[in-house]
């Protein structure tokens, strides 16, 4: 079988001007990044502010495993699977940070027969929203330090006669707003600035990856670019010597943000290997931040679609719980069905036993896997929606597992359970599992949020971690103890964006299987006002990634013909 990138290269595509048009957009709402791509302006909104919204597939996977499971590649087999049968429909996906891309997975479009393209513009730059957020985020530190130099070095009083500003008197010690670069650097993770003469005050500061950037965040759960200005705006910088909060807005900088993230604000539309339209917007992280696409792109494909096929990082606990919980109470869109993806090799990975040959069959491996599986169906069946499993079906399956795990599925609360074959054979590969989400989709639900957002703050800690994951209880550090206390009055009301690892149902990325009874240690609370969201950092989780022993930049290069390889 051919590579990714030769699948995407030998394919032939559609000028995105003719797929803009199939998809019901008009010319001037259309902005062109040469022949394959091209942003949606929010125009567009205008015209079909009346339009009917069409039905929302959340595509959500099991405990993810360091052997892949495809949820991308469902998610875009899913909708040329729609689009085979002749339905309206457009998926949504978040754009790869360049971190993973030559950390990691060396490209994030999909794979085989069922992916965006074409895959490498998607996975380098794409339209450059990410660098335009980057620079947005650094502003406000560089804006943050340079008025914290001149407080210091004027004092408040002159500061105030020579500037004409108020002086806020930021505190160094309670600095909030770290820096952030797109890459995986952990060299970085802590630093300290100011050093040197006339560059002061030195204080603590670090760099998170982009993708955690609140910034990232409130371009996904922005309606507009009026709320996205707004959301900016109240952005917590740091804390005054007072011990006030010092905001975006204080600081005079959120404009000038808002400025640089302008045309960030429109979806990027592409298309899939079969033709049909995939919007590409923002790119939050699932574990470190809340792992959805973008508002924006949801409400805009819906309105011109009929189905949207839109997915949630990593496993049901983490981007899925985070759509239901978060991006929900922003859109008000509700997900019609789920799509849960799972894979013979994922469950026997997740199972616990000892498995020598992940791709030999292995009944009591596959057996305790289906549990795992089981407490992923039963997480999604308790927020009201129907659920499809999907099994992703790898060459070194065998039929007798397939057919026994389907027949196990059955028995289940899943509404189905579909094999799918989209990475192989593409469109024709995942026919019977589109059929299967339209039925689930006309399914009568009745959509149920985790935890009543209006707790005290404490309660809905707690109590997120018991409903979530299966805890017994949390652990606050020092600093977290003291941080829910500042937050409590102000800011207790905001969801929860629980930062863990993706790699257990739990904290800890060696409990395998459905952990139960464990104390969740929580390190750190951040808010994210702009955002609406308190982030809980559990355990040893960091906000910026390192590369490995073997990153994926060392297979990536580039021939004589500008043509790009290693990418997958």
């Given at each position: 079988?051919?590579?990714?990138?030769?699948?995407?290269?030998?394919s032939?595509l559609?000028?995105?001007?003719d797929l803009?048009?199939?998809?019901?957009?008009?010319?001037?709402?259309?902005?062109?990044?040469?022949?394959?791509?091209?942003?949606?302006l929010?125009?567009?909104?205008?015209?079909?502010?009346?339009?009917?919204?069409?039905?929302?597939?959340?595509?959500?996977?099991?405990t993810?495993?360091p052997?892949?499971?495809?949820?991308?590649?469902?998610?875009?087999?899913?909708?040329?699977?729609?689009?085979?049968?002749g339905?309206?429909?457009?998926?949504?996906?978040?754009?790869?940070?360049m971190?993973?891309?030559?950390?990691?997975?060396?490209?994030?479009?999909?794979?085989?027969?069922?992916?965006?393209?074409?895959?490498?513009?998607?996975?380098?730059?794409?339209?450059?929203?990410?660098?335009?957020l980057t620079?947005?985020?650094?502003?406000?530190?560089a804006?943050?330090?340079a008025?914290?130099?001149?407080?210091?070095?004027?004092?408040?009083?002159?500061f105030?006669?020579?500037?004409?500003?108020?002086?806020?008197?930021?505190?160094?010690?309670?600095?909030?707003?770290?820096?952030?670069?797109?890459?995986?650097?952990?060299?970085?993770?802590?630093?300290?600035?100011?050093?040197?003469?006339?560059?002061?005050?030195?204080?603590?500061?670090?760099?998170?990856?982009?993708?955690?950037?609140?910034?990232?965040?409130?371009?996904?759960?922005?309606?507009?670019?009026?709320?996205?200005?707004a959301?900016?705006?109240?952005?917590?910088?740091?804390?005054?010597?007072?011990?006030?909060?010092?905001?975006?807005?204080?600081?005079?900088?959120?404009?000038?943000?808002t400025?640089?993230?302008?045309?960030?604000?429109?979806?990027?539309?592409?298309?899939?290997?079969?033709?049909?339209?995939c919007?590409?917007h923002?790119?939050?992280?699932?574990?470190?931040?809340?792992?959805?696409?973008?508002?924006?792109?949801d409400?805009?494909?819906?309105?011109?679609?009929?189905?949207?096929?839109?997915?949630?990082?990593?496993?049901?606990?983490?981007?899925?719980?985070?759509?239901?919980?978060i991006?929900?109470?922003?859109?008000?869109i509700?997900?019609?069905?789920?799509?849960?993806?799972?894979?013979?090799?994922?469950?026997?990975?997740?199972?616990?036993?000892?498995?020598s040959?992940?791709?030999?069959?292995?009944?009591?491996?596959?057996?305790?896997?289906?549990?795992?599986?089981?407490?992923?169906?039963n997480n999604?069946?308790?927020?009201?929606?129907?659920?499809?499993?999907?099994?992703?079906?790898?060459p070194?399956?065998?039929d007798?597992?397939?057919?026994?795990?389907?027949?196990?599925?059955?028995?289940t609360?899943?509404?189905?359970?579909?094999i799918?074959?989209?990475?192989?054979?593409?469109?024709?590969?995942a026919?019977?599992?589109?059929?299967?989400?339209?039925?689930?989709?006309q399914?009568?639900?009745?959509?149920?949020?985790?935890?009543?957002?209006?707790l005290?703050?404490?309660?809905?800690l707690?109590?997120?971690?018991?409903l979530?994951?299966?805890?017994?209880?949390?652990?606050l550090?020092d600093?977290?103890?003291?941080?829910l206390?500042?937050?409590?009055t102000?800011?207790?009301?905001?969801?929860?964006?629980?930062?863990k690892?993706?790699?257990?149902?739990?904290?800890?990325?060696?409990?395998?299987?459905v952990?139960?009874?464990?104390?969740?240690?929580?390190?750190?609370?951040?808010?994210?006002?702009?955002?609406?969201?308190?982030?809980?950092?559990?355990?040893?989780?960091?906000?910026?990634?390192?590369?490995?022993?073997?990153?994926?930049?060392l297979?990536?290069?580039?021939?004589a013909?500008g043509?790009?390889?290693?990418?997958?």
């Amino acid at each position: 079988m051919l590579s990714d990138i030769e699948i995407s290269r030998n394919s032939p595509l559609v000028a995105i001007s003719d797929l803009a048009a199939r998809l019901g957009i008009q010319p001037d709402e259309l902005v062109t990044y040469g022949v394959h791509k091209a942003k949606v302006l929010p125009s567009v909104f205008k015209r079909l502010a009346q339009a009917p919204l069409g039905r929302t597939i959340l595509v959500t996977a099991v405990t993810p495993t360091p052997y892949g499971e495809g949820k991308t590649v469902t998610t875009i087999g899913l909708t040329q699977g729609l689009h085979a049968l002749g339905e309206s429909v457009c998926a949504c996906i978040r754009q790869p940070s360049m971190g993973p891309v030559f950390g990691v997975k060396g490209g994030a479009a999909g794979g085989g027969y069922a992916q965006v393209v074409p895959m490498e513009e998607l996975n380098l730059h794409l339209t450059g929203d990410i660098h335009a957020l980057t620079s947005a985020h650094n502003l406000a530190a560089a804006a943050l330090d340079a008025r914290l130099f001149y407080e210091t070095q004027l004092g408040a009083a002159a500061f105030e006669l020579q500037s004409g500003l108020s002086a806020l008197n930021i505190d160094p010690e309670q600095i909030l707003w770290r820096r952030v670069v797109d890459q995986n650097d952990r060299s970085l993770r802590q630093i300290e600035v100011g050093i040197g003469r006339n560059n002061g005050p030195v204080h603590a500061s670090g760099f998170d990856i982009s993708a955690a950037s609140e910034l990232m965040a409130i371009l996904a759960l922005s309606l507009d670019l009026a709320d996205m200005r707004a959301r900016i705006g109240r952005i917590i910088l740091a804390k005054s010597t007072d011990g006030n909060w010092i905001s975006a807005d204080d600081l005079g900088v959120a404009g000038a943000m808002t400025v640089i993230m302008r045309d960030a604000i429109a979806p990027t539309l592409m298309q899939t290997l079969s033709g049909a339209p995939c919007l590409i917007h923002a790119g939050p992280f699932a574990n470190i931040a809340h792992g959805n696409s973008s508002v924006i792109a949801d409400d805009m494909a819906l309105r011109l679609a009929d189905f949207v096929v839109t997915e949630g990082g990593f496993g049901s606990d983490m981007g899925f719980e985070k759509y239901a919980n978060i991006k929900v109470r922003t859109s008000n869109i509700p997900p019609a069905a789920v799509v849960l993806v799972a894979t013979l090799r994922a469950l026997k990975a997740n199972s616990g036993v000892t498995v020598s040959d992940i791709n030999a069959p292995n009944q009591d491996a596959l057996q305790a896997g289906f549990e795992h599986l089981c407490w992923h169906i039963n997480n999604v069946s308790k927020y009201g929606v129907p659920v499809v499993v999907a099994i992703n079906r790898f060459p070194t399956d065998t039929d007798e597992e397939l057919h026994w795990l389907q027949q196990q599925v059955t028995k289940t609360q899943a509404f189905a359970c579909e094999i799918s074959e989209a990475f192989a054979n593409g469109a024709s590969g995942a026919l019977d599992l589109a059929r299967s989400v339209i039925s689930a989709c006309q399914q009568p639900s009745e959509f149920t949020h985790l935890y009543d957002v209006n707790l005290p703050l404490d309660v809905k800690l707690t109590q997120h971690m018991q409903l979530a994951y299966g805890a017994a209880g949390i652990e606050l550090s020092d600093l977290a103890a003291s941080q829910l206390q500042s937050l409590a009055t102000d800011y207790g009301h905001l969801p929860l964006c629980v930062a863990k690892t993706p790699m257990s149902i739990s904290h800890d990325p060696q409990q395998k299987g459905v952990p139960s009874g464990f104390m969740v240690p929580v390190a750190e609370l951040r808010l994210n006002a702009g955002a609406g969201f308190i982030t809980v950092i559990t355990g040893n989780v960091m906000t910026m990634p390192g590369l490995g022993l073997c990153p994926a930049y060392l297979q990536i290069d580039i021939d004589a013909n500008g043509d790009i390889q290693g990418l997958s």
